[in-house]
């Protein structure tokens, strides 16, 4: 498997697919953490990147492609411009384009099943309806219309889904196929008359190339096909054709009605909507479920497939490619020097083991000091079974502690404060924290003369409280807050 070449965040392998514009590669999405995902990137060819105005319409363009979200669209995920190139990343879908399948099918003699074929067109038709309608992100309709719809850009599943690829790179190249002398090159067996005539396009102009692709899908041929482009461009014009019927005795005269409607010179003649054509396909046949599409595709491009199936195989069991960051591939076992280059697989990762002592070390802190406390009132129940105490101090400084062993007075152990006493002085020995612990409980004021007299008698006050327990507690001259066990059990 040759070396992938990277783009950004893209590593692109292997060609699957080629066409006018653009050869198409299986690649990779490479994201942080070995995120990885299979995609298809659609490298346009250098001629489109040369060209200002095309590379501005395009990006443009792509832009609004991303705007539609369907399960009948090839989601536009990506667009990149590196190194004077034009890349369109796309979802990954495993499957054929609608017009390999027709090739495929014709070299074995054989040619689609009716309800296949109807199917199949009737899920792009859906897809087409979805881009009609996109919005932009203040809800303002978009107006995007495909201008391209062929075969080439119907991709088939083997999950049996039809989704409509290449939304943003129509218009843009549209333009780019008008040449000085005003000739249109391009797909001209799908263009409907006013797309031709370069007057105003809509959707009902996506809804005449879906007519067309129908009518080849039911018929095994070409509808317009031509060696002299004149002469195509002059039968579309008319708007002479023949029923599918004429050339395929299963198809039913409502499918005729149908596709000929489709198919009408008139814009005004055709069904507003792909929505609309859609619905009246469903009503004139029936339909085939997807397990049948999906059954048919594998069967026709299994060797296809096949070949698919290896490149996807191979890229995603890559175990690592070294790339230069200007896009040149190395070879695993050459050694770099490119002191920017990186190993897919050696990318440095965050270090989740340096956070994790950190992490660990608060809740086992926190454990610890739980323990101490624990441990604490386990004493103090010890040492004192009258009282648990809790010592308030000045701010930046906190305590739980066992009450001190000199027990209150006997006489009274909640002995309240005289009624008539006087404010201590600023040099007293009570804290301040502790007077203002006082202050906020509901005791009454508390006060001492002097250091020594506080520590050794508690004066009963003047009024005395209904019980023993309205107070349940008492703070010394100490600042230290004893509690009554009585007034807790």
């Given at each position: 498997?040759?070396?992938?070449?990277?783009?950004?965040?893209?590593?692109?392998?292997?060609?699957?697919?080629?066409?006018?514009?653009?050869?198409?590669?299986v690649?990779?999405?490479?994201?942080?953490?070995?995120?990885?995902?299979?995609?298809?990137?659609?490298?346009?060819h250098?001629?489109?990147?040369?060209?200002?105005?095309f590379?501005?319409?395009?990006?443009?363009?792509?832009?609004?492609?991303?705007?539609i979200?369907?399960?009948?669209?090839?989601?536009?995920l990506?667009?990149?411009?590196r190194?004077?190139e034009?890349?369109?990343v796309?979802?990954?879908?495993?499957?054929?384009?609608?017009?390999?399948l027709?090739r495929?099918?014709?070299?074995?003699?054989?040619?689609?099943?009716?309800?296949?074929?109807c199917?199949?067109?009737?899920?792009?038709?859906?897809?087409?309806?979805?881009?009609?309608?996109?919005?932009d992100n203040?809800?303002?309709?978009l107006?995007?219309?495909h201008?391209?719809?062929?075969p080439?850009?119907?991709?088939?599943?083997?999950d049996?889904?039809a989704?409509?690829?290449?939304f943003?790179?129509?218009?843009?190249?549209s333009?780019?196929?008008?040449?000085e002398?005003?000739?249109?090159?391009?797909?001209?067996?799908?263009?409907?008359p006013?797309?031709?005539?370069?007057q105003?396009?809509?959707r009902?102009?996506?809804?005449?190339?879906a007519?067309?692709?129908?009518?080849?899908?039911?018929?095994?041929?070409?509808?317009?096909?031509?060696?002299?482009?004149?002469?195509?461009?002059?039968?579309?014009?008319?708007?002479?054709?023949d029923?599918?019927?004429?050339?395929?005795?299963?198809?039913?005269?409502d499918?005729d009605?149908?596709?000929?409607?489709?198919?009408?010179?008139?814009?005004?003649q055709?069904f507003?909507?792909?929505?609309e054509?859609?619905?009246?396909?469903?009503?004139?046949?029936?339909?085939?479920?997807?397990?049948?599409?999906g059954?048919?595709v594998?069967?026709?491009?299994k060797e296809?497939?096949?070949?698919q199936?290896?490149?996807?195989t191979?890229?995603?069991?890559?175990?690592?490619?070294?790339?230069?960051?200007?896009?040149?591939?190395?070879?695993?076992?050459?050694?770099?020097?490119?002191s920017?280059?990186?190993?897919?697989?050696?990318?440095?990762?965050?270090?989740?083991?340096?956070?994790?002592?950190?992490?660990?070390?608060l809740?086992?802190?926190?454990?610890?000091?739980?323990?101490?406390?624990?441990?604490q009132?386990?004493?103090?129940?010890?040492?004192?079974?009258?009282?648990?105490?809790?010592?308030?101090?000045?701010?930046?400084?906190?305590?739980?502690?066992?009450?001190?062993?000199?027990p209150?007075p006997?006489?009274?152990?909640?002995?309240?404060?005289?009624?008539?006493?006087?404010?201590?002085?600023?040099?007293?020995?009570l804290?301040?924290?502790?007077?203002?612990?006082?202050v906020?409980?509901?005791?009454?004021?508390?006060?001492?003369?002097?250091?020594?007299?506080?520590?050794?008698?508690?004066?009963?006050?003047a009024?005395?409280?209904d019980?023993?327990?309205?107070?349940?507690?008492?703070i010394?001259?100490d600042?230290?807050?004893?509690?009554?066990?009585k007034?807790?059990?």
């Open positions: 498997m040759d070396l992938p070449l990277s783009i950004g965040r893209y590593l692109l392998y292997e060609e699957i697919a080629a066409g006018g514009m653009a050869t198409v590669h690649g990779r999405l490479i994201g942080p953490a070995g995120f990885s995902r299979t995609v298809a990137i659609k490298r346009l250098p001629m489109f990147a040369k060209d200002p105005e590379v501005s319409m395009f990006l443009d363009e792509a832009r609004l492609a991303a705007r979200r369907h399960a009948n669209v090839v989601s536009t990506d667009v990149v411009a190194d004077g034009l890349y369109l796309m979802d990954y879908v495993r499957g054929s384009s609608l017009a390999a027709f495929l099918a014709k070299s074995r003699k054989e040619w689609l099943p009716v309800n296949v074929a199917t199949i067109v009737h899920q792009a038709l859906l897809g087409l309806d979805a881009a009609h309608g996109a919005t203040h809800g303002r309709p107006a995007i219309v201008r391209d719809v062929s080439q850009n119907i991709l088939v599943g083997v049996g889904q989704r409509v690829a290449d943003g790179v129509a218009k843009a190249a333009r780019a196929a008008t040449t002398e005003g000739k249109i090159k391009g797909k001209l067996a799908y263009m409907a006013e797309q031709l005539l370069r105003k396009i809509d009902r102009t996506d809804v005449f190339a007519g067309v692709v129908l009518w080849e899908a039911l018929c095994g041929t070409r509808l317009f096909a031509s060696d002299d482009p004149a002469a195509a461009v002059a039968t579309i014009l008319s708007g002479k054709v029923p599918p019927s004429r050339l395929c005795e299963h198809v039913s005269k499918l009605e149908v596709v000929l409607k489709a198919l009408a010179a008139d814009a005004g055709r507003d909507t792909a929505q054509m859609a619905l009246a396909i469903q009503k004139a046949t029936s339909l085939a479920p997807t397990l049948e599409v059954a048919w594998e069967d026709v491009a296809s497939l096949a070949r199936a290896t490149v996807v191979q890229m995603e069991s890559d175990p690592g490619i070294a790339v230069h960051v200007d896009g040149d591939a190395i070879s695993p076992s050459e050694p770099s020097t490119d920017e280059a990186t190993r897919i697989d050696d990318r440095p990762r965050p270090d989740h083991k340096r956070r994790t002592p950190g992490l660990l070390l809740p086992l802190g926190l454990v610890a000091l739980g323990g101490v406390a624990v441990w009132l386990r004493s103090s129940a010890h040492s004192e079974p009258g009282a648990i105490t809790t010592e308030v101090r000045e701010p930046g400084t906190t305590a739980v502690g066992i009450a001190p062993s000199t209150p006997p006489e009274s152990p909640l002995a309240p404060a005289p009624e008539h006493s006087t404010p201590p002085p600023a040099t007293s020995a804290p301040k924290a502790a007077a203002r612990a006082h906020v409980s509901s005791a009454p004021p508390r006060s001492t003369t002097n250091s020594a007299s506080a520590a050794s008698t508690a004066t009963p006050s009024k005395a409280p019980s023993e327990c309205s107070v349940p507690y008492i010394g001259p600042g230290v807050k004893r509690f009554n066990r007034c807790f059990q």
